[in-house]
């Protein structure tokens, strides 16, 4: 079986940091195209970031660019999304997804997402 465990998440102030992990158990993130998601309460999931197969460039969402940085671990088979300058709009169920035949969006949108994991809450709140 394949999963995707996300953690990281919790309560934060405004201007703190995070930094989220997604861990692979069953097979290799590096094989895969790795995206990050949130959602909000009452609101549409949205990508956040996304971090190709092989060589290639790393997407953002604008409402992220400069704040966040999506890393990938090989050897630790996980991938990371560091978020600074965390912000009350940020706060939302943040989970991966991997695919292993798609890509990324320019704007940090995994293309048809192959499996989810389950999510970690991240609350900004002061």
């Known amino acids: 079986q394949v999963h995707l465990v996300e953690s990281g998440g919790g309560l934060v102030q405004p201007g703190d940091s995070l930094r989220l992990s997604c861990s692979a158990l069953?097979?290799?993130?590096?094989?895969?195209?790795i995206g990050w998601f949130r959602q909000a309460p009452g609101k549409e999931r949205e990508g956040v970031s996304c971090?190709?197969?092989?060589?290639?460039?790393?997407t953002y969402a604008d409402s992220v660019k400069g704040r966040f940085t999506i890393s990938r671990d090989v050897a630790k088979n996980t991938v990371y999304l560091q978020m600074n300058s965390l912000k009350p709009e940020d706060a939302a169920l943040y989970s991966c997804a991997a695919g292993p035949t798609s890509a990324c969006s320019a704007d940090g949108r995994l293309l048809l997402p192959g499996f989810w994991g389950s999510g970690t809450e991240v609350t900004v709140s002061s």
């Open positions: 069953g097979f290799s993130l590096g094989n895969y195209a």
């Open positions: 971090v190709p197969r092989g060589v290639g460039r790393t």
